[in-house]
């Protein structure tokens, strides 16, 4: 059983287009986070959500925590080709293990 | 910024051979992990530690070892390796963001194994 389920799994779009990629658990956590990978090298830290309703903008990405705190959605801006990469959602389950818990990724294209 | 080293970013090794993965951080943090990233399977923690010579098992560490002699180094031992374990694998270093723990990972070792 996957924890947290990302969607899509794959997606490819153009240069300019709004995105969002979704991570979506029946779990509560006591936070979630973001990450992005790209092609070759380790995850980077993109954010960290903790409170119900949080929203954090980074420049053109947009993360929010869903108020019951199960799922968490990353909203993009008009791409651009920089932005492709794998992204990681991760969270720690609220009373379970202190074991952080990723989805499996979503991994965006972005062409010029 | 904190650092995490990979040394070895590629490895080729034969069936059977014993492989060391290194990492290396450049701060004073207790925490260490290895993972495995595989397609379709995402990261699977293979095992970690809080401290000097402390070690836990993670979800699969069947086929492999760890070492930690000193703070800084975190090694991964496959004492022989297998055609199975052809993987990336990712070394990251525990710490603390927005109130939660975190991670900052290395630039990962590719690892085929004939």
């Known amino acids: 059983t996957q924890l947290l389920e990302q969607s899509p799994q794959f997606l490819s779009i153009q240069e300019g287009e709004n995105l969002t990629v979704y991570c979506n658990s029946s779990?509560?956590?006591?936070?979630l986070q973001w990450y992005r990978q790209e092609p070759g090298e380790g995850p980077v830290l993109l954010v960290t959500?903790?409170?119900?309703?949080e929203v954090k903008k980074l420049k053109r990405l947009t993360f929010q925590f869903g108020d019951a705190r199960k799922d968490s959605s990353l909203h993009i801006t008009a791409a651009q080709p920089g932005d492709t990469g794998l992204y990681l959602c991760?969270?720690?389950?609220?009373?379970?293990?202190?074991?952080?818990?990723f989805g499996k990724g979503t991994k965006l294209t972005v062409n010029p | 910024d904190v650092k995490v080293t990979q040394s070895s970013r590629y490895l080729v090794k034969r069936t059977g051979e014993k492989v060391f993965l290194e990492c290396v951080q450049d701060?004073?943090?207790?925490?260490m992990f290895w993972y495995r990233q595989d397609p379709g399977l995402g990261l699977r923690l293979i095992y970690f530690s809080y401290d000097v010579k402390m070690k836990e098992k993670g979800d699969i560490p069947e086929g492999y070892s760890v070492s930690r002699e000193k703070k800084e180094r975190f090694s991964l031992i496959l004492e022989s390796a297998s055609t199975n374990q052809t993987s990336m694998y990712l070394c990251?270093?525990?710490?603390?963001?927005?109130?939660?723990?975190?991670?900052?990972f290395g630039a990962g070792s590719r690892l085929t194994v004939l």
């Open positions: 959500v903790v409170t119900g309703g």
């Open positions: 779990s509560v956590f006591s936070s």
């Open positions: 991760a969270g720690y389950i609220q009373g379970g293990s202190e074991k952080l818990v």
């Open positions: 990251a270093l525990g710490g603390r963001n927005s109130g939660a723990n975190v991670l900052t």
């Open positions: 701060m004073d943090h207790e925490n």
